[in-house]
């Protein structure tokens, strides 16, 4: 495939980053008021933006290799790191939230509800841009039937998407507190990482908004291993992360001695 094509995605993909950040700004500049809505819609305006780029990732992949998915992925990744400050474009985390009482089961639900709209709607906009076949890598692909990339069982690909998504959720905790320079890249580097490591398994998804909007429906699996897989595996790992990062061990592995004596002492 020519470079044309590749520089074609690469430009929707940043010409969606920077339709995401406009709407953003507007949206910082409409909506003054404090509250739920402006949290939902920031949520909504990230899941669309990822849910975007990740479609294009899959022209990316299927013709240019995993490796420069890869590339691709980890600079998006350091991208929506600066830019989306709370929202997540992710369930699990807010599950982590409810988990821990920094929030309501309430504004949880409400969060996923406005990730699953902007990550599902935005897909319209994506198949109008196939549509117009700018590329050579975008013939046919506007209305053309989807598969999915779960390759293992049902229950296997669960637990895939389900330890990779612990270690990633491990990964993000443990730079959060330590706060090591670089964190932002070394943490984009984990998890694109883990990606690649699952991708010819169960895609490696790791994120139950973003599996539902690229897949949900596809040749391949039904519905409800689709839900088994990309959402009880991805959040039963979240969530275990939290009682996992407790464990003093792990807390002396991941953070070291000093770390460990710290919590030791915390609990004393």
């Known amino acids: 495939m020519s470079t044309t094509a590749l520089g074609i995605s690469a430009?929707?993909?940043?010409?969606?980053?920077?339709?995401?950040?406009?709407?953003r700004v507007i949206c910082r500049r409409?909506?003054?008021?404090?509250?739920?809505?402006?949290?939902?819609?920031?949520?909504?305006?990230?899941?669309?933006?990822?849910?975007?780029?990740?479609?294009?990732?899959?022209?990316?992949?299927?013709?240019?290799?995993?490796?420069?998915?890869?590339?691709?992925?980890?600079?998006l990744t350091i991208w929506w790191g600066r830019v989306w400050g709370d929202a997540s474009a992710c369930p699990y985390t807010h599950m982590e939230d409810v988990?821990?009482?920094?929030?309501?089961?309430?504004e949880m639900?409400?969060?996923?509800?406005?990730?699953l709209m902007g990550g599902c709607c935005v897909y319209?906009?994506?198949?109008?841009?196939?549509?117009?076949?700018?590329?050579?890598?975008?013939?046919?692909?506007?209305?053309?039937?989807?598969?999915?990339?779960?390759?293992?069982?049902p229950y296997l690909g669960a637990v895939i998407e389900g330890v990779a998504t612990l270690l990633c959720r491990l990964a993000s905790k443990t730079i959060s507190e330590k706060e090591p320079r670089f964190g932002s890249y070394i943490d984009s580097f984990i998890g694109t990482s883990l990606?690649?490591?699952?991708?010819n398994f169960s895609g490696g998804y790791f994120n139950p908004v973003?599996?539902?909007?690229?897949?949900?429906?596809?040749?391949?699996?039904?519905h409800l291993e689709h839900i088994i897989v990309y959402w009880i595996g991805a959040?039963?790992?979240a969530v275990l992360s939290i009682p996992v990062f407790k464990v003093p061990a792990v807390r002396r592995l991941l953070l070291g001695e000093e770390a460990a004596s710290k919590s030791k002492s915390k609990q004393e």
């Not at 988990?99 to 309430?106: A, D, P, Y």
């Not at 973003?210 to 039904?222: E, I, M």
């Open 11 to 23: 430009l929707f993909m940043v010409g969606c980053c920077a339709l995401a950040q406009i709407a």
């Open 30 to 75: 409409l909506v003054t008021r404090e509250g739920l809505v402006p949290i939902l819609i920031n949520e909504a305006i990230a899941a669309a933006e990822l849910c975007a780029c990740c479609f294009e990732l899959i022209i990316v992949a299927d013709n240019f290799g995993v490796s420069m998915y890869a590339v691709c992925l980890f600079l």
């Open 99 to 106: 988990v821990e009482g920094r929030t309501s089961f309430k």
């Open 109 to 115: 639900a409400l969060r996923s509800w406005a990730e």
């Open 124 to 153: 319209r906009v994506v198949q109008v841009f196939w549509w117009l076949e700018l590329a050579e890598t975008h013939r046919g692909r506007a209305f053309e039937a989807c598969n999915a990339d779960l390759q293992v069982s």
């Open 195 to 199: 990606v690649v490591a699952a991708f």
């Open 210 to 222: 973003l599996a539902t909007a690229l897949k949900w429906g596809c040749r391949g699996h039904t």
């Open 235 to 237: 959040c039963a790992g």
